[in-house]
């Protein structure tokens, strides 16, 4: 039997008095009609325009939850833009109004899983994930007992094979092929992994298992992975808790000068603008680590702001113009407070009060660094959100680095960007990519290249060198760019993007969740931003390599 969910009750939208937000509860109300047997099938329940396709696994939830629920239609499969070769010689996706076309609905042909050309965005990945024909679940994780549930009405599993893989701190040490037996359509088997080796009982460890084809298929090659599921068998990040509090013994010199507060340690030299409360300068083996940048120049940046998505100015722009109307693009900046001292361990600690001011609320910043002899810095910060504010877009850091630092590695959810809401297809590992390639081009530009539940990551140059960032007390969201929020929130074409030289790093306690439907449910509650106290907490440190399989 298919297995019966569940109802997890979607919560309503944070948009909730608008009347298009209750569709969905109609249809879940007349699929759990007892005197009704018609099949229930939605039409446009996910819109996927621009960065998008939050919450899709929870309406599926829903989906598999009611037997009358029959899914539904994404609206659209591919992105309608033209391409047009500009003046310049670049390439534009033209959408309405680049034709002197009046009226128009601008960029509302935009809503696809594919890009215009039929590129593969990360809504496509997540709608893979979501729509796979198998459902993998972890019965018992001491004996490693996998229970497979048949999702496809007419076929059974006889045309798949199972790949699984142990990994512990992103690399791998087992895998193995399985067989799968005989699951006829809607019905469910139990199978045991076995292991040659007994797990590590350190680190990070991470369960692989995918369903791949055993013979080409007309659509598809041997070896084309229809399904997958990762299982956490073991959460590392407690294990290095111990590690990241034993402090260096290395001795800091330290000085005062014309406000400027000046750090020296072995390998390092860190300075500390005391007026301003604003590091301005981070030096490890020699090499600078910030940029200067004019609109960026406070190093830990309180920062409240993304690049409005497509849905956040969806319907009514309701998000998008609530941020506008309260300023949440250009805060005034209060410094409260800046005080610094040496701790008995021969550590400097440093503590800043400032306050970010908008329309009618503020969020004040409590920052708390501790700098140690080797140059490690740990910083934390509490965010107090105060008087009236929006729905928060973001809560977090920003800094500006040097241009060197390109080579960007992480081990969290990956490889492509993931949101709150929008995850499910982002498995752990550890992943390497480049600051260039972390912007997704969508059309329109937005917010984009988000990793959610990042436990470390590094930006290193070529040589690489650069700086290591850990989570002290919970994973947090990374983002690094060669364009701020602003850069993309003021730019109507991605081909009139102008990247920076340097890496705009974003590190948040939590981004607001993409939400599904540019004309309808707007983000649910549960991946919305609550205004109350909230804390991050990590180190930086220096680095001479990047990331390897030993980097936890």
């Known amino acids: 039997m298919q297995k019966e969910y569940l109802n997890p009750n979607i919560p309503e939208g944070e948009n909730k008095e608008r009347p298009e937000n209750a569709r969905w509860e109609r249809l879940l109300e007349i699929a759990s009609r007892a005197n009704d047997d018609r099949p229930v099938l939605t039409s446009e329940y996910a819109h996927s325009m621009g960065n998008a396709l939050g919450n899709l696994k929870e309406y599926w939830d829903e989906i598999y939850s009611h037997h009358r629920m029959l899914g539904g239609f994404i609206w659209d499969w591919v992105d309608q833009g033209i391409y047009l070769e500009t003046p310049n010689g670049k390439t534009k996706v033209a959408y309405g109004g680049d034709f002197g076309d009046v009226p128009n609905s601008k960029n509302f042909c935009l809503n696809g899983i594919l890009f215009s050309n039929r590129e593969i965005s990360p809504k496509y990945k997540e709608v893979k994930k979501v729509y796979q024909p198998i459902l993998i679940e972890l019965e018992e994780t001491d004996s490693l007992r996998l229970k497979i549930t048949n999702r496809h009405h007419h076929i059974d599993l006889s045309s798949y094979k199972i790949r699984w893989s142990i990994s512990v701190n992103g690399k791998k040490e087992e895998s193995a092929e399985m067989t799968v037996p005989l699951v006829l359509p809607g019905e469910s088997a139990y199978m045991d992994i076995r292991l ?182 740990d910083a934390g910060f509490e965010f107090l959100p105060t008087g ?52 997704v081009n969508y059309p329109f530009p937005q917010e984009s290249g988000n990793k959610e539940e990042v436990q470390v990551f590094t930006l290193t140059d070529s040589n690489g060198k650069g700086i290591r960032v850990e989570a002290l007390d919970k994973p947090f969201s990374v983002s690094a760019l060669h364009y701020s929020a602003n850069d993309l929130a003021t730019t109507s074409h991605n081909c009139d993007l102008r990247p920076r030289s340097e890496t705009i790093l974003s590190i948040d306690v939590q981004q607001l969740g993409l939400g599904n439907s540019s004309c309808g449910p707007g983000v649910l509650k549960c991946y919305s931003i609550e205004k109350k106290k909230q804390e991050l907490h990590f180190r930086i440190s220096a680095i001479t390599k990047s990331l390897g399989p030993d980097m936890l």
């Open 196 to 377: 040659k080796k007994a797990l590590s009982q350190k680190g990070d460890i991470q369960l692989m298992v995918s369903f791949v084809l055993k013979n080409d298929k007309k659509w598809a090659r041997a070896g084309f992975e229809v399904a997958n599921e990762q299982f956490c068998l073991r959460n590392g990040l407690y294990d290095r808790q111990k590690m990241w509090k034993i402090p260096t013994k290395n001795s800091i010199d330290a000085s005062v000068e014309e406000g400027i507060l000046s750090l020296k340690g072995k390998g390092f030299a860190l300075k500390w603008d005391l007026t301003l409360g604003d590091a301005i300068s981070l030096i490890y083996g020699g090499k600078e680590m910030y940029a200067r940048s004019a609109d960026l120049s406070p190093q830990f940046l309180l920062q409240a702001f993304r690049a409005p998505t497509d849905n956040d100015r969806g319907f009514g722009n309701w998000l998008a113009d609530d941020w506008k109307r309260h300023g949440m693009d250009h805060p005034e900046r209060e410094t409260k407070s800046v005080e610094w001292g040496k701790n008995s361990d021969g550590s400097v600690w440093i503590r800043v009060v400032t306050k970010k001011v908008y329309a009618k609320g503020s969020i004040v910043s409590i920052a708390r660094y501790t700098v140690f002899g080797d140059g490690a810095i």
């Open 388 to 439: 009236e504010l929006p729905e928060l877009p973001r809560l977090g850091v920003a800094m500006a680095l040097d241009k060197r630092l390109e080579y960007f590695s992480w081990y969290g959810r990956g490889p492509h960007e993931n949101y709150p809401d929008r995850k499910t297809s982002a498995f752990f590992g550890l992943w390497d990519s480049t600051v260039s390639d972390q912007l």
